[in-house]
């Protein structure tokens, strides 16, 4: 009996602790080590005495990523998988290129809220608030101007400028997360039946195969 009692104590210290290790680190720093097979919430620590600064540090976000692709945007990532030093630290970062009417299409980040800075350009940034209202809070903005996408909210940036648009963000996790909306239901794998995602949108099933094609 005691030890049961003893057994689910620790499944439940278990527990919380992997649920609340990003947002609350336990030491200084806990650097990525991708190769170690322990499975927690992130990635195991590397051994603090073979941490050096480049762990700490990521180069390149000056580079203009590449826009030509169907969208016209491009987003470059400094998450734990670029930056091993942001195990744990419940912050992350990323540069998004736009050509001129380039999109970074309705998304989401699970994990996180963003914070986008305009370097470059003028964007048209807004985003979805819950059911029912499914109000748009949209607006255009420009260099040096700042604007915030709560957690889990669906949103968007398009350049309405006629020349190249460059934005920094910052995001509330590690690792956020991307669910690309229209990827997401026309493009996931296996598909999702026309019929479910037909009565979904309330369109023809010839419709959802379409999309299904393109995506
Ligand atoms: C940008 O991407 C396009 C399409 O994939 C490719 O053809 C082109 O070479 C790339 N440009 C650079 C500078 O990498």
Not at 66 to 76: A, D, E, I, K, P
Not at 93 to 116: K, Q, S, Y
Request: glycine share 6%.
């Amino acid at each position: 009996m005691a030890n049961h009692i003893v057994l689910l104590s620790l499944i439940a210290l278990a527990f919380f602790g992997l649920t609340f290790a990003e947002s609350t680190p336990q030491q200084d720093f806990c650097v990525a080590d991708p190769t170690s097979p322990a499975r927690v919430n992130g990635f195991a620590c590397k051994n603090p005495v073979m941490v050096e600064a480049n762990d700490f540090y990521f180069s390149g976000l000056h580079i203009p990523g590449n826009t030509s692709n169907v969208v016209g945007s491009r987003v470059t990532p400094v998450t734990v998988s670029q930056l091993p030093g942001l195990n744990t630290l419940g912050i992350s970062m990323a540069r998004i290129d736009f050509a001129p009417l380039g999109l970074n299409p309705p998304h989401t980040h699970p994990r996180a809220t963003e914070i986008l800075t305009v370097m470059e350009g003028s964007l048209l940034v807004g985003f979805v608030t819950s059911n029912p209202d499914n109000r748009v809070i949209s607006k255009e903005i420009q260099k040096g101007d700042v604007f915030v996408f709560p957690q889990g909210l669906v949103h968007f940036q398009q350049n309405v400028g006629n020349k190249d648009a460059v934005a920094v963000v910052a995001l509330s996790s590690q690792n956020p997360g991307v669910i690309t909306i229209a990827n997401t239901l026309f493009g996931s794998n296996p598909k999702i039946p026309s019929e479910i995602l037909a009565k979904a949108f309330q369109v023809d099933k010839t419709l959802v195969e379409q999309l299904q094609w393109k995506f």
